[in-house]
């Protein structure tokens, strides 16, 4: 059974940093990109960010490139997305996420979210 | 980036009712559209991969249409654990953006 369980979600002030993971089960992790994914309180879905299977290509969402860094460690089965300089705008659920392997890209898999509150 | 408009941003149906929700993409996209399926306090689930494909475990009654720039979510006969936020989302370049969301209300 495929699982992707994030931890490390917490308060920080503003332009504070945060490293929030994901460990993954279940499915052979080095084949897949993975994203995160985050949603504001109350609002929709926002794409944030993915990596390559190897790491060799990385994408990020405009409003985060510069700040936030996204990595893998296949060794461990995780992926985790780096967060500095913090902004109050960034407080949202972060979803780790699995690039499926149909070949279109779509997210198959999703974990269960970490909080992340940018509050003074 | 490409921008993806769904509309309606909410709708009010009865179990039984076709439902049709629409996604524009501000550019083609091919067909590199994907449905997802959010419950409050759940993560999303994927519905509906390359406009048309059915997700593994997804009913029937759920089907997508189109391609370039205009997709349609359709929900044949919407049954009582239907009632959630649907999202479509563009995989065709990134940042891989979504739809503002329809949510679809319990008449």
């Known amino acids: 059974e495929v699982q992707l369980v994030e931890s490390g979600g917490d308060l920080v002030q503003p332009g504070g940093s945060l490293r929030i993971s994901c460990a993954a089960s279940?499915?052979?992790?080095?084949?897949?990109?993975m994203s995160w994914v985050r949603q504001a309180p109350g609002e929709g879905l926002e794409w944030v960010a993915n990596?390559?299977?190897?790491?060799?290509?990385?994408h990020y969402l405009d409003s985060v490139r510069g700040r936030f860094t996204i990595s893998r460690d296949n060794a461990k089965n995780s992926v985790y997305l780096q967060m500095d300089s913090l902004r109050a705008e960034d407080t949202a659920v972060y979803y780790c996420?699995?690039?499926?392997?149909?070949?279109?890209?779509?997210?198959?898999?999703w974990g269960q979210g970490t909080l992340v509150t940018v509050s003074s | 980036d490409i921008q993806m408009t769904q509309s309606p941003s909410s709708l009010s149906a009865s179990v039984g009712d076709r439902v049709t929700i629409t996604c524009r993409a501000s550019?083609?996209?091919?067909?590199?559209l994907n449905w997802y399926q959010q419950k409050p306090g759940k993560a999303p689930d994927l519905l509906i991969y390359?406009?048309?494909s059915l997700h593994s475990g997804v009913p029937s009654r759920f089907s997508g249409s189109g391609s370039g720039t205009d997709f349609t979510l359709t929900i044949s006969s919407l049954q009582p654990e239907d009632f959630a936020t649907y999202y479509c989302?563009?995989?065709?370049?990134?940042?891989?953006?979504f739809g503002q969301g329809t949510k679809v209300e319990i008449k």
């Open positions: 990596i390559e299977q190897d790491g060799s290509q990385i």
């Open positions: 279940g499915f052979t992790f080095s084949s897949y990109w």
């Open positions: 390359a406009a048309s």
């Open positions: 996420a699995r690039d499926g392997w149909l070949g279109w890209n779509e997210i198959d898999y």
């Open positions: 989302q563009q995989s065709y370049s990134s940042p891989r953006t």
């Open positions: 550019q083609s996209i091919s067909s590199y």
